[in-house]
């Protein structure tokens, strides 16, 4: 009894006890979840335009090469190294766990605020270090290092690569502090799922936003410390000359010190964190589009609990898939064998929650606001970049494919638009949640239109660029007797998308200022949605969330066109009883108990 | 199995199912006391530093295999930390032991004494460092020499950030906190100390075997 009390008086009374009053303490060295949110946010839109402004570079000399002087080959080779490794770890990952996870966790499972919150104001300003120490590499002597997002030794580390001098250092000490970022930020987020849920918030309750966070995390967990053991090694390589991943090798003429070590061994460890990281950055855009389009089409998710066994068998097969990444570094074909089925067999849970999205959508009331269809455009371009990962999986397809313009294509469409097209939705959905206002809706739609079928212009044409051979990773394919006359003009064409695509995004960062300040006031809950999160006392949801009393939980997240009841949505926190008193105010069965639960409850009294 | 049962419980039947399908426990309300959320949170951690490490030594049998490699000879003084180390793990054990049962002022010896140990540690891997060092058994002359100096290093690492929170805990008890709440920090740096100890001796076994 005496621990209930403490934990009722802890529940209650935490709102209002540590509310900091100076700027300072409330927008800087803030321990509030929503604010350190935003501020991981801010920093990964902030990382994620620098290699927006690379990408543009890049495709500059490949359409129009020669152009731009300043594009040599050292450039080129840094803009592509820096471009993958912003966007993967420094804006994917920030922003759906640090950015996405943080906002989202304690107000979809009504906690007040995270369990740690002073590790959790530390996981920002840590990783706020590692994106620093990322940027000095552009102004160190000798520039960023050019060594490819993977960073295979032992060309990264030896003399001759671009940044040999001082980028290969500081890439590498940027991503051990965003892992020790990652895992202080991580801890929470796991923690406060495990422990600080509301009451009556089973797991099984939780939104798919929750769960797709939440498994992403766990594997981030268990995936960094594989990036750390190969980034602290190649580190010490480099830095004092073990010989950790170097062998006995000749550069520039010259027999060097290292003896003995393993390119290979580097390359398991890189793609045991590699493989899990397209997931890791893919599992939470997989539940936050569940959730947008159970909203905007005004029905139950189909298939809830197929789809958390999808999530967790996506978590548990990605870590016994990556070697799917070295067929080409020469390996035993059992191995080979084992990889490529392992990679087929993980298509399975993929395609069951696509279905699920699919059969979520069908019949349903679907209202295509923006953030709809950056969800629908999700599972498109999801799709279309799915398949060809299965024709890539595949060992004697992908040795022909690898290292041309196929598997640029492939991987840009399924873990780069895609996901960020789930970004752009979610960011469309919450921005009224955070900030109290609407985002300008004709920007949205230009926005959106501009965007998808850009990068539909950009991409798809890549596949074919791959089919006639074009090598990836080349500076320029000038006077290359293999390459059709057909593919530069191509090429030319793609980076005029490609330039389009990156202006629209400006307008998109335009309309986030515009609408803060103009935008028309949002109501609490504008797309009349079932979570917790929509139903704060206030908008925005101040220091603490929810006043004085958490919410209590009585129902799943899904309850959308619910027959009897007034609304077509009924919120998490609505009990039982309020329920029944409606359903016998419009004189609808009573009877709480659905006809047809194994497909889906209540949803289907309404179609008999 | 309660994971089954969770993942096979049937959300949409609203709140009569669920409290059948899932027990008490399972309801969540609010955020629990806090040793169960640090205990919690304290056994992830314990996971990412296992993921660590099991790694490090994935990569330590991979590269045993390739050129370049020279057994190392193991320091005697790491015999010596070993000793300490264990020591100190027993005496944690104790002091939370005592702590439970109320007995504070001994408990405090107890938790003293197993912090101290710790240094102790920390100042014998040093010693052991000094001897390679001094040995020229440097970390470029051979991977495993390498090995040794990243994965004493890092062990050390994770000890130090347990003292620290042993730190803390210190301070709690000398400006008189309540008793449960000492004792819940004690509780916790006896899971760790007996963590980092078995992690130890895993290290230590696989740098003896090799």
Redesign the interface.
């Known amino acids: 009894m005496a621990e209930q009390g403490r934990e009722d008086a802890h529940r209650d009374g935490d709102g209002e006890m540590h509310e900091p009053t100076s700027f300072l303490t409330k927008y800087v060295w803030s321990q509030d979840h929503k604010v350190i949110a935003v501020q991981y946010s801010l920093t990964a839109i902030a990382i994620g335009l620098v290699a927006l402004v690379l990408s543009w570079l890049m495709r500059m000399q490949l359409g129009f090469p020669g152009e731009l002087e300043f594009v040599d080959q050292a450039a080129y080779y840094q803009y592509a190294t820096m471009h993958g490794m912003i966007m993967v770890i420094y804006l994917l990952t920030a922003i759906f766990l640090g950015g996405f996870g943080n906002y989202l966790i304690p107000l979809q499972v009504g906690a007040r605020d995270m369990v740690f919150p002073f590790l959790n104001m530390l996981s920002y300003w840590v990783y706020l270090i590692a994106v620093l120490v990322l940027v000095a590499s552009f102004f160190a002597p000798g520039g960023p290092t050019g060594a490819g997002w993977t960073l295979y030794p032992p060309q990264s580390i030896l003399e001759g690569t671009p940044g040999y001098d001082w980028g290969i250092i500081l890439m590498l000490t940027s991503l051990v502090i965003f892992i020790i970022a990652f895992t202080m930020g991580g801890l929470n987020y796991v923690t406060t799922i495990l422990q600080a849920r509301a009451r009556g918030m089973t797991l099984m309750r939780m939104p798919l936003t929750v769960w797709g966070i939440f498994i992403a995390t766990f594997m981030g967990l268990l995936a960094f410390p594989a990036l750390f053991v190969s980034g602290v090694m190649l580190l010490l390589d480099r830095a004092i000359g073990t010989s950790f991943f170097v062998p006995e090798i000749m550069s520039l003429g010259e027999t060097l010190d290292y003896t003995g070590g393993s390119p290979l061994l580097f390359q398991h460890l890189f793609w045991f964190f590699g493989h899990p990281e397209v997931y890791i950055v893919a599992l939470p855009a997989f539940g936050i589009v569940s959730d947008i389009l159970s909203v905007h089409a005004r029905k139950n998710i189909f298939g809830y609990r197929m789809m958390v066994w999808a999530l967790l068998a996506i978590g548990v097969l990605s870590f016994i898939v990556w070697a799917h990444h070295m067929y080409v570094s020469g390996m035993d074909p059992a191995f080979g064998f084992f990889f490529a089925t392992t990679t087929l067999i993980i298509a399975v849970p993929t395609a069951i929650k696509v279905y699920n999205w699919v059969l979520t959508l069908w019949n349903a009331d679907i209202h295509l606001t923006v953030p709809m269809l950056f969800a629908i455009s999700f599972i498109l371009t999801f799709v279309f970049g799915g398949l060809t990962g299965l024709f890539l999986g595949n060992v004697v397809v992908d040795v022909p494919l690898s290292d041309t313009y196929f598997v640029v294509a492939h991987f840009h469409m399924v873990m780069g638009v895609a996901p960020i097209m789930v970004v752009f939705g979610a960011i469309y959905h919450w921005y009224p949640k955070i900030t109290g206002r609407m985002l300008h809706n004709g920007m949205g739609h230009f926005h959106f239109w501009v965007t998808f079928l850009g990068t539909y212009a950009i991409y798809f044409p890549m596949h074919y660029l791959g089919f006639v051979g074009v090598p990836r990773r080349y500076f320029s394919y000038e006077d290359l007797e293999f390459i059709p006359d057909s593919a530069h003009d191509l090429n030319a064409a793609i980076t005029v998308a490609a330039l389009v695509v990156g202006v629209v995004q400006i307008l998109f960062l335009y309309n986030l200022a515009w609408s803060y300040f103009k935008g028309a006031k949002a109501v609490a809950n504008p797309w009349k949605a079932t979570s917790l999160e929509w139903q704060t006392p206030q908008t925005p949801p101040i220091h603490g969330n929810w006043g004085k009393t958490l919410p209590e939980v009585h129902r799943w997240a899904y309850d959308y066109s619910v027959p009897g009841a007034p609304d077509d949505f009924i919120s998490q926190n609505t009990p039982r009883q309020d329920f029944e008193k409606l359903d016998e105010a419009s004189e609808i069965d009573p009877d709480p108990t659905p006809l047809y639960p194994e497909l889906g409850g209540h949803a289907v009294k309404e179609s008999s | 199995m309660s994971f089954f049962k969770?993942?096979?419980?049937?959300?949409?039947?609203?709140?009569?199912a669920?409290t059948e399908t899932?027990p008490g426990g399972?309801?969540?309300?609010?955020?629990?006391?806090p040793l169960?959320?640090k205990r919690?949170?304290l056994f992830?951690?314990m996971?990412?530093a296992t993921?660590?490490f099991s790694?490090?030594t994935v990569?330590y049998k991979?590269?045993m295999g390739?050129?370049?490699?020279t057994n190392l000879a193991d320091p005697a003084i790491l015999w010596t930390n070993t000793y300490i180390l264990v020591a100190g793990s027993v005496s944690m054990h104790l002091a939370s032991r005592l702590a439970a049962r109320g007995k504070m002022a001994a408990a405090k010896y107890a938790f003293i004494a197993a912090g101290v140990a710790g240094f102790l540690f920390l100042g014998g891997q040093y010693l052991a460092w000094q001897e390679l060092n001094a040995a020229g058994f440097y970390?470029?002359a051979n991977?495993a020499n390498?090995f040794f100096y990243?994965l004493t290093g890092l062990h050390g690492l994770h000890l130090l950030g347990g003292l620290y929170a042993w730190g803390q805990a210190l301070v709690k008890a000398s400006t008189g906190s309540n008793a449960a709440d000492i004792s819940a920090s004690i509780k916790l740096c006896d899971y760790y100390w007996g963590y980092l100890l078995l992690l130890w001796l895993a290290m230590f076994a696989m740098l003896l075997s090799t």
Do not use: C, E, Y
Not at chain 2, 8 to 16: H, K
Not at chain 2, 26 to 33: E, F, L, S, T, V
């Open positions: 969770t993942i096979f419980s049937q959300p949409w039947l609203g709140d009569a669920a899932v399972n309801m969540g309300g609010g955020m629990r006391a169960k959320v919690t949170g992830v951690f996971g990412v993921a660590l790694l490090f990569a991979m590269r390739m050129g370049g490699w970390a470029q991977p390498a990243v």
